[in-house]
T-cell receptor
Framework: DAKTTQPPSMDCAEGRAANLPCNHSTISGNEYVYWYRQIHSQGPQYIIHGLKNNETNEMASLIITEDRKSSTLILPHATLRDTAVYYCIDQETSGSRLTFGEGTQLTVNP | EPEVTQTPSHQVTQMGQEVILRCVPISNHLYFYWYRQILEQKVEFLVSFYNNEISEKSEIFDDQFSVERPDGSNFTLKIRSTKLEDSAMYFC???????????FGSGTRLTVV
């Protein structure tokens, strides 16, 4: 079973920031926080990952709390194409399995 | 940008038949995986493969499943005797040695009739 918890759904207006929360209550010290998304039955797409520092790439920003028990994925200017299911996953090492939960269905509205 | 390629995109097979799903991972990746997603359900891990052997498998990956890397580029999933409940999207993925995200393929939709 997935170790993270996420709200089942969120809505966001196009052009606004989407902030997706995740709780990692049982994360261990050597586990990274990963975010993926899945657009309507396509293969999951990697977005970003981090250990304890905040991270930013061309797709999103990742904020991890100091105790690492929660994280927030930020899409700074959401577009209609960002409508997808977003998953946060704790993963220990390269090559280990990803355990997907239910994720958050983000709907970006015009 | 490098891609993971899966073929075929759709496969329809009769119950009891063998199917082989094919994948071409990213060339410099070292870990290879198969996941499946039954309609509207969660993405489920099946198996991981490293250094020409299975490194981890789930309880779903029973004796009817096998994986192979027959040459330097292809990675295959064989289902020996398909059942109706094997109908699902099957995703191949690969990842590098270092910490980083997986790259998933676009999937093969398997329908067992």
């Amino acid at each position: 079973d997935a170790k993270t918890t996420q709200p089942p759904s969120m809505d966001c207006a196009e052009g606004r920031a989407a902030n997706l929360p995740c709780n990692h209550s049982t994360i261990s010290g050597n586990e990274y926080v990963y975010w993926y998304r899945q657009i309507h039955s396509q293969g999951p797409q990697y977005i970003i990952h981090g250990l304890k520092n905040n991270e930013t790439n061309e797709m999103a920003s990742l904020i991890i709390t100091e105790d690492r028990k929660s994280s927030t994925l930020i899409l700074p200017h959401a577009t209609l194409r960002d409508t997808a299911v977003y998953y946060c996953i704790d993963q220990e090492t390269s090559g280990s399995r990803l355990t997907f939960g239910e994720g958050t269905q983000l709907t970006v509205n015009p | 940008e490098p891609e993971v390629t899966q073929t075929p995109s759709h496969q329809v097979t009769q119950m009891g038949q063998e199917v082989i799903l094919r994948c071409v991972p990213i060339s410099n990746h070292l870990y290879f995986y198969w996941y499946r997603q039954i309609l509207e359900q969660k993405v489920e891990f099946l198996v991981s493969f490293y250094n020409n052997e299975i490194s981890e498998k789930s309880e779903i990956f029973d004796d009817q499943f096998s994986v192979e890397r027959p040459d330097g580029s292809n990675f295959t999933l064989k289902i020996r005797s398909t059942k109706l409940e094997d109908s699902a999207m099957y995703f191949c993925a690969s990842s590098p040695w270092t910490v980083g995200g997986y790259t998933f393929g676009s999937g093969t939709r398997l329908t067992v009739v």
